[in-house]
């Protein structure tokens, strides 16, 4: 079973709607975060996550550290909100830190 | 203020060479990680390097090394290449350490093995 993984793997959805991607993980985090990264390769930290919830314009994320899980909700989606979407944690251990990332999430909005 | 500069933006190299891809970081950035993407395998840490030591290291093989200079600059370097590391390899700097900071990603050196 893999440290980190997302749902769904792929989405489409029409302009306009309420999107939610999730990530759950098993390993103890000192954080996480939400990546984009559209065609090209270019990725985008969209947030970092210890506790709670952050809010970026139509984006917010929210973490539960005690059922190990996040969601990215994107409202009012739009086409250029098309890309994959990847959730990432930040593990902190005595001698060294790691990161592991989920599959991501292909995200295609339909005009 | 800059972004994370990579270079270079594509190459293609033949079995059995080296290569040396090189990451320019946000001016005031001390730590510089690596990683590698292939679409089999997703997205993998490589090193993490702070102000010149390598601090963290993923499970890749010893012919993936690094080293950061005194600028906080980084190069990777991959030594008898195998068509196995045909990837996209991306380089990210933070101002503070790995494991509590947000990443800034480059733009990612494509590498095709033939």
């Known amino acids: 079973k893999n440290e980190v993984e997302q749902s769904p793997q792929n989405l489409t959805a029409q302009e306009g709607e309420f999107i939610t991607i999730n990530c759950s993980y098993s390993?103890?985090?000192?954080?996480l975060h939400w990546l984009q990264q559209h065609p090209g390769g270019g990725i985008v930290s969209l947030f970092m996550?210890?506790?709670g919830k952050k809010k970026h314009g139509r984006l917010i994320a929210t973490i539960n550290i005690q059922e190990k899980h996040s969601s990215l909700h994107i409202t009012a989606s739009h086409p250029r909100d098309s890309a994959v979407y990847i959730c990432?944690?930040?593990?902190?251990?005595?001698?060294?830190?790691?990161?592991?990332f989920g599959p991501g999430t292909s995200l295609s909005v339909i005009p | 203020k800059a972004g994370v500069t990579q270079t270079p933006r594509y190459l293609i190299k033949t079995r059995g060479q080296q290569v040396t891809l090189s990451c320019s970081p946000i001016?005031?950035?001390?730590?510089v990680s690596w990683y590698q993407q292939t679409p089999g395998q997703g997205l993998q840490f490589l090193f993490e390097?702070?102000?010149?030591?390598?601090?963290n290291k993923g499970n890749f093989p010893g012919r993936f090394s690094g080293r950061q200079f005194s600028n906080s600059r980084s190069e990777m370097n991959v030594s008898t290449l195998e068509l196995g590391d045909s990837a996209l390899y991306l380089c990210?700097?933070?101002?503070?350490?790995?494991?509590?900071?947000?990443?800034?990603f480059g733009a990612g050196t494509r590498l095709s093995v033939l």
């Open positions: 996550l210890s506790s």
């Open positions: 990210a700097s933070s101002l503070g350490a790995l494991a509590k900071n947000i990443q800034y």
């Open positions: 390993v103890g985090i000192s954080a």
């Open positions: 990432a944690v930040t593990v902190m251990k005595t001698s060294y830190d790691k990161v592991i």
């Open positions: 390097y702070f102000s010149e030591t390598q601090r």
């Open positions: 001016s005031g950035h001390r730590s």
